[in-house]
């Protein structure tokens, strides 16, 4: 805690000393979506905000800075028997950028999304203090208005997560679905059921997958899908398997869920060529970055043909469980990607207090996840099909998050994403905007 001190009194004297000028975080991970569109803006070197600070299994907190992995949060809880209530998916996503952003997984049913399961932050404002903040002392305002601000308000440097009780194996079932009305009630009843996890997954409109996972102190096996297996294509294979909580916990990371197929990872061969060590999220998001640098892949789409118009739809929304079978619908007719991650979340009942990601108290929201490039014979202009569920998603009462491409003009984006009450925060906490504005940064990209 004496060296999380000194890292502290570092960086907010040089967020005090930025004379007002425009300030980026310096960090070796990222798990945004979005192109930057360059600048001359200096960077705050976070990078040494990687540290556990405690694990208190008795009321099960676990304390750490900012930059902390989930990779290394899970390392510590579970070497102690516990896990972080709700652990996204991938290894690369840091505590503090979960916080800043939306963080969701198959545990979201019984606890809500990341910052739900959050007590305190510690927080570097945009002129240069570090506030305590928690629901119920005199920083609540950004407490609450901290989640899906990207960093725009400030910046997490200690954050309390609440921590679960977790065994050594996972028992994991696989029930495939013809019919997607059946398929949702389903997974409204798993919900209601006493599980530890609970997700799905979309491979088409009569083979839907609902995953059940149920904490085990003993395992008839284990299952390995780190290596030559590819643990999505399991789903159709097995109705019953068992994991090591620690692999289960990163089923998704290896393959990047189906991802890992644009950059060949599954083919066996250059599996083999890849090895164990570099399969998974840290190898693919160097390859992404690498690839907007340079535009492989788009030179490549361009060679092998398949439509004149292709669009990147990189998106995670929230809809309420009733209109969920209405926007699958709406998916498969119009967008026409597979396979989609379908996650439940049940909304805490300090839901609607977040005054940037509201979401209804007690309402169980489906997040549907889609993550691939698509091809269309007709020409469309720039983010078609993007707009197309940024649309519906209003339509139907959900909520997006902010990690990817986004095109709302500022009047849809401040109704949906607390316009007035972000802007009382900027006031507040980052008077001299010192960091950027959450529309500059979300939909201009600055």
Not at 38 to 50: E, I, T
Not at 218 to 239: F, G, M, Q, V, W
Not at 391 to 409: F, N, P, Q
Request: hydrophobic share 40%; net charge neutral; charged share 25%.
């Amino acid at each position: 805690m004496q060296d999380h001190a000194s890292r502290v009194l570092r960086v907010a004297i040089a967020v005090q000393h930025a004379g007002g000028g425009k300030l980026r975080l310096r960090k070796d991970t990222s798990n945004l979506f979005r192109d930057r569109a360059s600048g001359a803006k200096r960077g705050l070197d976070v990078r040494d905000f990687n540290h556990v600070l405690g694990v208190d299994a008795a009321p099960g907190i676990v304390e750490a800075e900012g930059m902390v992995t989930y990779e290394d949060l899970v390392a510590a809880t579970l070497a102690k028997g516990f896990l972080p209530a709700v652990v996204p998916e991938l290894k690369t996503i840091t505590l503090g950028g979960a916080a800043a952003g939306v963080g969701v997984e198959a545990s979201s049913f019984k606890f809500g999304l990341v910052h739900e399961t959050l007590d305190e932050l510690e927080i570097l404002t945009g002129d240069g203090r570090v506030l305590v903040c928690r629901p119920d002392n005199e920083h609540a305002d950004l407490f609450f208005g901290f989640p899906n601000s990207y960093g725009t308000l400030g910046y997490t440097l200690k954050l309390a997560a609440r921590a679960i009780a977790a065994k050594p194996f996972v028992e994991i079932t696989h029930r495939r679905y013809t019919r997607s009305d059946e398929f949702f009630a389903a997974l409204d009843a798993a919900c209601a059921a006493p599980n530890d996890f609970v997700d799905g997954v979309v491979f088409g409109p009569d083979e839907l997958y609902v995953n059940v996972g149920r904490f085990t102190d003993t395992a008839p096996y284990t299952s390995d899908y780190t290596y030559e297996r590819i643990y999505y294509r399991s789903l159709k294979e097995c109705e019953l398997d068992y994991l090591t909580t620690h692999d289960f916990i990163w089923r998704w990371d290896t393959d990047w869920f189906w991802c890992s197929k644009n950059v060949g990872a599954q083919n066996p061969l250059l599996r083999r060529l890849f090895g164990r060590r570099r399969l998974g999220s840290r190898t693919y998001q160097r390859l992404m970055r690498w690839n907007t640098r340079w535009g492989v892949m788009q030179a490549w789409n361009r060679l092998r043909g398949g439509g004149a118009y292709t669009e990147s739809v990189i998106q995670d929304v929230d809809i309420p469980l009733e209109h969920a079978d209405a926007f699958l619908r709406f998916f498969e007719r119009e967008i026409r990607i597979t396979p989609i991650w379908i996650c439940p979340i049940r909304a805490g009942a300090r839901a609607d207090r977040f005054t940037l990601y509201p979401l209804r108290p007690g309402q169980l929201y489906m997040n549907f996840g889609f993550w691939d490039v698509a091809r269309r014979p007709e020409r469309y202009g720039a983010g078609h099909l993007n707009r197309l569920v940024e649309a519906e998603v209003i339509r139907l009462s959900g909520i997006k998050s902010l990690y990817s491409d986004s095109y709302y003009t500022p009047d849809v984006f401040w109704k949906l994403y607390g316009g007035e009450a972000y802007h009382a925060l900027k006031a507040k906490y980052d008077p001299a905007g010192t960091f950027p504005d959450l529309y500059q940064k979300c939909v201009l990209r600055h």
